[in-house]
């Protein structure tokens, strides 16, 4: 069992960057390979970037890639970060962290297991 906690979204102009962070409970988190998704009002819940157990190998969403980065701390803080800079109107969402143990399939929504509550992130002038 895994719980998932956000934090670190709030309002930041295009341009601007914001650090989310992922706070993860229980002793297996090293295990589990961990996920980034967004969901604006009206639209599907969408991938963003994911990085596997080892942190050896990141996956990015075309629109992110380039502007956000994905690590994880599994040593000290059982955490997971995704640094956004250069941030647009378009990601606008609420984004959520995610975590499962399957290795395939990894930009669906479908592959994990279990979310946190979000964090609202809002880009605008």
């Known amino acids: 069992q895994v719980q998932l906690v956000e934090s670190g979204g709030g309002l930041v102009q295009p341009g601007g960057s914001l650090r989310l962070s992922c706070a993860a409970s229980g002793r297996t988190f090293s295990r589990y390979t961990m996920g980034w998704f967004r969901q604006a009002p009206g639209k599907e819940r969408e991938f963003v970037a994911a990085?596997?157990?080892?942190?050896?190998?990141?996956?990015y969403a075309d629109s992110v890639k380039g502007r956000f980065t994905i690590s994880r701390d599994n040593a000290n803080r059982n955490t997971v970060y995704l640094q956004m800079n250069s941030l647009k109107p378009e990601d606008t969402s609420v984004y959520y962290c995610?975590?499962?143990?399957?290795?395939?399939?990894?930009?669906?929504?479908?592959?994990?297991?279990?979310w946190g509550q979000g964090t609202q992130v809002t880009v605008s002038s």
């Open positions: 990085i596997s157990w080892s942190a050896g190998i990141t996956y």
């Open positions: 995610a975590a499962t143990l399957k290795l395939a399939n990894l930009r669906s929504s479908a592959a994990y297991d279990y």
